[in-house]
């Protein structure tokens, strides 16, 4: 037998980040929602543990022991006192180095596939704190809907979402690091007073309202600086998205990825064709959140 599982990209509307800690990590105010574009996870007993991936950029996304999905079935197997040896296969089209957290979503899936299939029985709490140990996104892939993340980002409070946002997102035409993004923040920012993550009061009101122009008067990312210090290229993409009429535009999360909010699907339609035609970026995808997390399906 073999189970699968769906799990959704996300979008950061809120990005607040603090100093780096001693443990070189940084506090976050990280308001996470879920958009409708899915990595699925499928997991087959197999004689040794092995990851296959097919779908866009697949031929990026590491195949050994250092892909968040293989860590998460090691993970709860050595918890269970299995062994691992399953065949993971990631069917992609979460952008891969995007900053839509699709390596944490694909760590999400594997770990709720092979609880599923092996009969582990594990709690969620105790999910959770797997998909915390495994990285700072990961808990939210596999709660989904719209949540505020404090500490790294992994400690989860679900919000209130009154309607529906549609938003467009632009791919770059390559990835930016994660940990560089970091870097550059703590450099662009040294000797600076840099205030402790809070989330926005009127974000978080925007959110429960579910009224588009409330969220695009409210979006932030305190990474933006960095990524676009970084990667230049992404204001131009990010001009062309307001003048095609998006209600706001940022870089999501690390980055590169630019996601553009939009007022209805219709303008999300009319934004996605835009950017397509401005030569400014190498793929547009049109989603709607909040989306449900890791799911079996």
């Known amino acids: 037998m073999s189970v699968t599982v769906r799990v959704p990209a996300k979008v950061n509307v809120q990005l607040a980040v603090g100093a780096a800690r001693p443990d070189g990590f940084h506090d976050l105010a990280n308001v996470f929602l879920a958009v409708g574009l899915y990595d699925e996870v499928t997991v087959t007993p197999a004689e040794e543990l092995r990851i296959t991936c097919a779908g866009p950029d697949a031929a990026e996304v590491p195949l050994d022991?250092?892909?968040?999905?293989?860590?998460?079935?090691?993970?709860?197997?050595?918890?269970?006192?299995?062994?691992?040896?399953?065949?993971?296969?990631?069917?992609?089209?979460?952008?891969?180095?995007?900053?839509?957290?699709?390596?944490?979503?694909?760590?999400?899936?594997?770990?709720?596939?092979?609880?599923?299939l092996w009969g582990t029985g594990a709690s969620r709490e105790e999910l959770l704190e797997i998909c915390a140990e495994l990285g700072s996104d990961v808990p939210f892939s596999l709660v989904g809907g719209a949540a505020l993340g404090t500490g790294r980002g992994e400690k989860l409070r679900t919000l209130e979402v009154g309607g529906e946002f549609s938003w467009v997102f632009a791919m770059a035409e390559r990835g930016l690091s994660t940990p560089a993004v970091f870097r550059e923040f703590d450099r662009l920012t040294e000797g600076l007073d840099v205030p402790e993550p809070v989330a926005s009061e009127e974000l978080l009101d925007a959110l429960a309202g579910g009224a588009p122009d409330a969220l695009a008067a409210a979006v932030s990312n305190d990474l933006q600086p960095a990524a676009l210090s970084l990667f230049p290229e992404l204001a131009d993409t990010l001009a062309a998205g307001s003048a095609a009429g998006a209600l706001a535009g940022l870089v999501s999360g690390s980055g590169p990825t630019t996601a553009f909010l939009a007022r209805d699907t219709g303008s999300a339609t009319e934004i996605a064709d835009a950017l397509r035609a401005s030569g400014t970026c190498r793929t547009v995808r049109v989603a709607s959140g909040p989306a449900p997390g890791a799911t079996v399906i």
């Open 65 to 116: 022991r250092t892909n968040l999905a293989a860590r998460a079935a090691i993970t709860l197997a050595e918890r269970r006192g299995l062994d691992p040896a399953v065949h993971l296969h990631i069917a992609k089209d979460i952008p891969v180095a995007g900053g839509m957290a699709g390596g944490s979503a694909d760590g999400a899936g594997a770990l709720l596939a092979c609880d599923a």
